[in-house]
């Protein structure tokens, strides 16, 4: 079964870090591009960041830019977000998600359940 598994959400203040996990199951992600997207109560669904599958080009959405960190382990077939300085507006459920070849994360073909990440004091 081909599966995609987020992990690492929770309750954390402003300023503080939180590091999401995405495993694999089912197939490998060396030849996919992932990528992390979240949705907030009431907003659409948005791109966070992506990780290419040849080069490891990484994409960052201007929001996160500069505080969110995109990285790949192919050997633990899992790719992870390390997010700092979070915000208030940063609270949202995290999605990730593959595709595969290529470097940018469009018409993901697998989807994971969702980490629920929430910042507040």
């Known amino acids: 079964q081909l599966q995609l598994v987020e992990s690492g959400g929770g309750l954390v203040q402003p300023g503080g870090s939180l590091r999401l996990s995405c495993a694999a199951s089912g197939f490998t992600l060396d030849y996919y591009a992932i990528g992390w997207f979240r949705q907030a109560p009431g907003k659409e669904r948005e791109g966070v960041s992506c990780i290419g599958s040849r080069d490891g080009s990484t994409y960052y959405a201007d929001s996160v830019a500069g505080r969110f960190t995109i990285s790949r382990d192919n050997a633990k077939n899992s790719v992870y977000l390390q997010m700092n300085s979070l915000k208030p507006e940063d609270t949202a459920v995290y999605y990730c998600?593959?595709?595969?070849?290529?470097?940018?994360?469009?018409?993901?073909?697998?989807w994971g359940q969702g980490t629920q990440v929430t910042v507040s004091s």
């Open positions: 998600a593959a595709v595969r070849g290529g470097d940018y994360c469009v018409d993901m073909d697998y």
